[in-house]
């Protein structure tokens, strides 16, 4: 298995630009999460998912979209880039018996907006 | 809402035993996890504690004191790739039983 894969591993993006940060997992599992993680802090929830076609906000969500039409892909969606978005995001998936417990995180998208 | 405390770094040398605390406040507690984060790299899950005591796992253990909204991840015969971040995260009804509260992080810095 090839776990949580995210792509890009690193982008930049101009003031106003749109961009997708795609996210596959090949676990199986029905819960998945975006978090953002700023330097030197730690991870906020933006949007997270129990199942193909269900979604909600998360902690921060302004900013974002997402979708969940497979059990195996969660893209997040920035419409309109602003600087306060630069940060490295996450995916993570976790099955629903150990959603709280235990997430399993990808490498991560490091975003830079100028 | 929840919030979490963790000192933001700590500092010790190769073969040493570390703690790294966590307190918290929540609205209805399920439990605490901690994760590991290396620099440049993702957060991987080291333990999880709903009830009150220590879980051990290899060289590190977790421990909960429900009563006392404290927990705290022990590491022993510390080794230098055991430099990085770690980060407790709380699960209660407040956010929901699916989902995480990180806290901050505390910066693991191991010397020879």
């Known amino acids: 298995n090839a776990g949580v894969t995210q792509t890009p591993k690193f982008r930049i993006l101009k003031i106003g630009q749109s961009m997708t940060l795609q996210c596959t997992q090949d676990?199986?599992?029905?819960?998945m999460y975006w978090y953002r993680q700023d330097p030197g802090m730690g991870l906020k929830l933006i949007y997270y998912?129990?199942?193909?076609?269900?979604?909600d906000k998360g902690e921060v969500p302004n900013g974002y979209n997402v979708s969940r039409s497979t059990t195996e892909d969660f893209p997040l969606r920035l419409e309109l880039a602003a600087p306060s978005q630069t940060s490295v995001y996450f995916c993570?998936?976790?099955?629903?018996?150990?959603?709280?417990?235990?997430?399993?995180f990808g490498p991560g998208t490091r975003l830079l907006v100028l | 809402g929840q919030s979490l405390e963790q000192p933001s770094e700590v500092t010790a040398v190769e073969g040493a035993i570390v703690q790294i605390n966590c307190t918290y406040q929540?609205?209805?507690?399920?439990?605490l996890s901690w994760y590991q984060q290396h620099d440049g790299g993702a957060p991987t899950f080291l333990s999880y504690?709903?009830?009150?005591g220590l879980e051990e796992t290899g060289r590190f253990s977790s421990f909960l004191s429900r009563s006392d909204s404290y927990g705290y991840l022990l590491l022993q015969e510390l080794q230098m790739k055991d430099s990085a971040s770690y980060f407790c995260?709380?699960?209660?009804?407040?956010?929901?039983?699916?989902?995480?509260?990180f806290g901050t992080g505390t910066r693991l810095l191991v010397s020879p």
């Open positions: 993570a998936s976790t099955t629903s018996g150990r959603a709280g417990e235990t997430q399993y």
């Open positions: 676990m199986n599992h029905n819960y």
């Open positions: 998912s129990v199942g193909a076609g269900i979604t």
């Open positions: 929540t609205s209805g507690f399920y439990g």
């Open positions: 504690n709903a009830l009150d």
């Open positions: 995260a709380v699960r209660d009804q407040g956010t929901g039983f699916q989902k995480l509260v």
